[in-house]
């Protein structure tokens, strides 16, 4: 652990709470986070890395291995000596576990630890939601690759065969018969981000669910749940989930979608959710609704952010204050539709350069984000998961404009490239 940084921004009272914040992430996905937040509460980072640009928003940083726990705690208590510490607050995956200790030993708002776990272990998510009848996809957890092959011929083809414990899609692919299940445990079982843990049984197969699939973003106080954005899902190439976009509607019927809305309330009444803001994923199947998985964060791939220009209130926002045991005004300023498109190279290349074509631009274009570098070198999956090369937000009134601007991604934010060998 290094001595913390100390940065004091000029607007930040000195009377306003603290929250720890543990882990900053990706500039370009996570910013905005910060920057809503430090509006609200003073932010004390501990991060592995020494912050740079996350002081514009935190009182101050102590640079600390995120990996060990003991040394997190250390330096959290240094901070809770000092200052009027009131949560902890992550939106990192590899954190929530600890996070959810750490505010318990605390004695700070939060979600008991065994509930995060149950989260981060997908075979635990399963375990516990079918004992309480909870509708389920059949699903089996092995060890090898045989095991894959006999769970997957007792479930029936196509299955999912996916990562235990991994996220954002890494190590979850379609197998569509017995010649598949081979490559497909070894993807799902070599996948490796962000440090996240391995089991000994670490792949799940799992019965393949037919229909859209959305993510439900929710706050929980006092184990009450709303949600606060649901994002309908774009994924591309198959067999594997990679996240190509999501579209957001403050108007979507699903709001009111009771089938949903009660599987939600089940899901997390049976895990033991009390504070805190989740991210769950749902395949609207023939059946009904049908849970992918629950996450005990905020989600990812800017969908909180989206919200908030649908509907005026702050997914993050309203996070940090589950963080500190606040209940948070979650009622819609205005009604809007508000989507983003992920763009990703053709094949395995090196990056030139990213050109934005604004000219180009339909009226509901909002922003754009560039996320390679020239000499940045990108690929597609199995090789490599997450290489986008920039994204692409539009928002308005309409959500059939809002696709009809974001219908051809490419050629408003163009990547030059040279190719690469596979």
């Known amino acids: 652990m290094t001595e913390p940084a100390v940065h004091t921004p000029d607007a930040d009272p000195q009377d306003k709470p603290v929250l720890l914040l543990v882990g900053s992430g990706y500039r370009p996905y996570r910013e905005y986070i910060l920057a809503a937040v430090s509006k609200h509460y003073r932010l004390w980072l501990l991060d592995s890395a020494e912050a740079t640009w996350q002081l514009d928003y935190c009182t101050g940083a102590t640079r600390v291995d995120t990996r060990n726990a003991e040394a997190v ?3 959290a208590l240094a901070v809770v000596d000092s200052l009027p510490v009131v949560g902890v607050f992550t939106y990192d995956e590899s954190q929530v576990v600890f996070c959810a200790r750490l505010a318990q030993d605390l004695g700070l708002p939060g979600s008991p630890p065994e509930t995060i776990s149950s989260c981060r272990d997908k075979a635990a998510t399963r375990s516990a939601l079918a004992a309480a009848g909870v509708p389920q996809p059949v699903s089996v957890t092995v060890t090898t690759a ?3 092959l006999v769970a997957a011929d007792g479930i029936g083809y ?4 996916k990562a235990r414990a991994m996220a954002a899609s890494f190590g979850v692919v379609r197998a569509d018969g017995p010649g598949d299940i081979a490559a ?3 993807t799902a079982d070599g996948a490796d981000f962000m440090n996240l843990p391995r089991y000994p049984a670490n792949v799940l197969v ?4 037919t229909g859209p699939e959305i993510s439900v973003d929710a706050i929980v106080h006092d184990g009450e749940v709303t949600p606060t954005v649901i994002a309908r899902k774009r994924l591309g190439l198959e067999p594997f989930f990679e996240e190509t976009g999501h579209d957001v509607d403050a108007d979507d019927p699903l709001f009111a979608d009771e089938e ?3 599987q939600l309330r089940d899901i997390h009444r049976t895990l033991g959710f009390v ?3 989740t991210h769950s994923e749902f395949k609207l199947t023939p059946k009904g609704p049908r849970l992918v998985e629950v996450n005990a964060r905020l989600g990812g791939d800017l969908i909180p952010y989206l919200g908030l220009l649908a509907t005026g209130v702050d997914p993050t926002v309203a996070a940090a204050h589950a963080a500190a045991g606040r209940k948070p005004d979650l009622n819609p300023k205005h009604r809007k539709a508000a989507a983003v498109r992920f763009l990703l190279p053709e094949g395995h290349c090196r990056t030139v350069e990213v050109v934005v074509h604004r000219d180009r631009f339909g009226p509901t274009v909002h922003e754009t984000g560039i996320t390679a570098e020239p000499g940045d070198e990108l690929d597609l999956p199995p090789a490599a998961f997450l290489t986008r090369y920039a994204h692409v937000i539009a928002v308005g009134d309409d959500l059939d404009r809002v696709q009809a601007d974001l219908q051809e ?3 408003l934010v163009e990547l030059r490239a040279e190719a690469l060998p596979d």
């Open 184 to 186: 497909a445990f070894a």
């Open 146 to 148: 045989e095991e894959a």
């Open 409 to 411: 991604p490419e050629r």
């Open 73 to 75: 705690r250390e330096a």
């Open 206 to 209: 799992e019965e393949f669910l």
């Open 260 to 262: 949903l809305l009660g």
């Open 158 to 161: 196509p299955v999912i065969v």
């Open 275 to 277: 504070h805190g803001a």
